[in-house]
């Protein structure tokens, strides 16, 4: 049996279906059949047009249009002959199928990247794209097609990056395991999105499972069993159907609001990566949004947003919420979240570098864009959409932000939307007293809080045991931050991961947390988990566990006096 971190719950029984990195490598030679290389060439130019054309098709069948555009403008471009004749120039002068083709779409990306205009630079990225496709062409090298992946497919890939996600037929895959990530890295979230149970950050995975055998992963625990026997089969086949039976049970808690035992008012909004999810949350019985990521939105574009496909993106989802909160995060990219179109270059600290407002503040005109397009959907949707930023470490970023919006607002004579911020970096928390009086709210990213704080990477499994939201130096910083914001009289959210925790849940409302922002497939269990509670029950846990000294001493009194198991 194989261990790793449970990142989403349920149990899955199918088939491996391995999903390797593959690397582009050859050696470039000198060839003295030019005749036989350039029909090699020829050969790989024509399959990669039919796979094209049939990619284009099945991605307009599907209504991923905007897609299926760009593969008809990589198709334009490899038809161009002029393309073909300079790469059999090239073999001319004694280069390989493989080095022809790299170095005259090098030098063509390179061309598009120097170009002073905005869309014929972002052509470079379509360029490197249809490189490394030829390439893998004519080098032999077959990708999985995760768009036509066997019915019961258990997944096993090195890492779940957002773009395999959006290529993935996703009825097919009933489990996922990977060899990266932890509980708050962002495999972990998109399979919790997915409701596909997932075991993460299963060392060796890749290597160990092999391709075509039946495996079991248990989200719940952790767990990938190789090679079950029928009687492994059988027996969780019994907790699966456990499993489904309770999520069936906490449809009882559908249109009932969130209050404690006692009475005292909560909210459960949702997480979000897009618009259409804001109807999933809905849907699910979430009070509102408590986080929409809109670097997702980026990252499904070949270039960066305009305003108004932004603003389109934004109202949709206020609608799809129809006046309820949607709270808007602006752009955080950086970190583990790579836009290859932004070309920001690549640091040796991703984490503590250029990211999310930092950029965005030096980035102003495509800041504004972004301000511009919240505050028009703000205004035409009835005035509940809010505006939140990633990452501040500084009261002057936010009062830049606000300034920013104050400036746009005044310019165009629509109404200046509720501006807060999320607290998840050490300076937040130690100034959150100060920050509280620049904004209108709070939400606590406990997923980088718990990063910055116990300085231990989100994504790092070697240093997983370091990176807990039980650390009593988390659960200080989480109390003093409630505490400034209500102090404050600001609505606390929460839209880590944390806020889902049932075990944390009592501590939560003895701190006062008014809105718990969670997964839309966690909506009724978080619910459930709040109504258990009485504030008198769960100041006396805080009590207690606000005097322990490390995370295992927290976790043993929690499961002792929170869990159900
Ligand atoms: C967080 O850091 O807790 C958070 C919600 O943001 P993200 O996971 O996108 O970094
Ligand atoms: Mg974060």
Redesign the pocket.
Known sequence: MLKGIAASDGIGIGTVVTVKHQEIKYEPKQVTDKDGEKSRLQDGIKTFLDKTGKLAEEMEKSVNAKDAEIMYGHIAMMSDPFMGQQMEEQIDGGSCAEAAAETVLNMFRDMFAASEDELTRQRATDVEDIKSRLLKILLGIEDTDLGALPANTILVTEDLTPSMTAEMNHDSVVGIVTESGGM?S?SA?LSRALEIPAVLSVKDAVSTLAEGSRVIVDGLHGKVLEAPTDQDVAEYQEKQARFLKEKEALKSYIGKESVTADGLHKEVFC?IGNPEDARTAADRDGEGVG?F?T?FLFMDADSIPSEEDQYKAYKKACVALSGKTVII?TL?VG?D?EIPYMHIPKEENPFLGYRAIRWCLNNPAEYEKQLRALIRANSDTGENLWIMT?MVTSVSEIKAVRSMAEKICEETGLPVPKIGT?I?TPAAFVMADVLAKYCDFF???????TQYIMAADRGNSKVAYLYNTYDPAVLRALKRIIGCGKDAGITVGM???AAADPLLIPLLISFGLDEFSVSPTSVLKTRAEIARWTKDEADRIADAVMKLETAEEVKEYLDSAVSRD
């Open positions: 708050t962002h979230i997480n986080l990521r670097e995060r955080d970190g979240k990633p999320m998840e939400s606590i990213g406990t997923n980088d809080l839209c880590g991961e």
